[in-house]
């Protein structure tokens, strides 16, 4: 079991930054992939960005590369979503996720186990 609380999320100006964090407790963190995902209203939850349990690769979304960075302190158990040049359509609740194994880019938005309970992000125009 994982226990996973999101924090960071606010209300931001387009062309703005947020750093979300997620802390992770219970069973080894650092065992685990990581992903962030993303849910507006009204919409399907999608993936953004994940990350391999080493750290050493790393996946986006096309709506948000060059924009956001994913990362993972496994000594803190803690994973962080850099997001910059903030959108209005990046306005959605975040959550981050874990699974067990290895992530490619076939599949780093599938197969999560553990979740957490989202933070909200809006981005104002």
């Known amino acids: 079991q994982v226990q996973l609380v999101e924090s960071g999320g606010g209300l931001v100006q387009a062309g703005g930054s947020l750093r979300l964090s997620c802390a992770a407790s219970?069973?080894?963190?650092?065992?685990?992939?990581m992903g962030w995902f993303r849910q507006a209203p009204g919409k399907e939850r999608d993936v953004v960005a994940a990350?391999?349990?080493?750290?050493?690769?790393?996946y986006y979304a096309d709506s948000v590369k060059g924009r956001f960075t994913v990362s993972r302190d496994n000594a803190k158990n803690t994973a962080y979503l850099q997001m910059n040049s903030l959108k209005p359509e990046d306005t959605a609740v975040y959550y981050c996720?874990?699974?067990?194994?290895?992530?490619?880019?076939?599949?780093?938005?599938?197969?999560?186990?553990?979740w957490g309970q989202g933070t909200q992000v809006t981005v104002s125009s």
């Open positions: 996720a874990v699974r067990s194994g290895s992530v490619t880019y076939y599949d780093y938005g599938y197969g999560y186990k553990y």
């Open positions: 219970g069973r080894a963190f650092s065992t685990y992939a």
């Open positions: 990350i391999t349990w080493s750290g050493v690769n790393t």
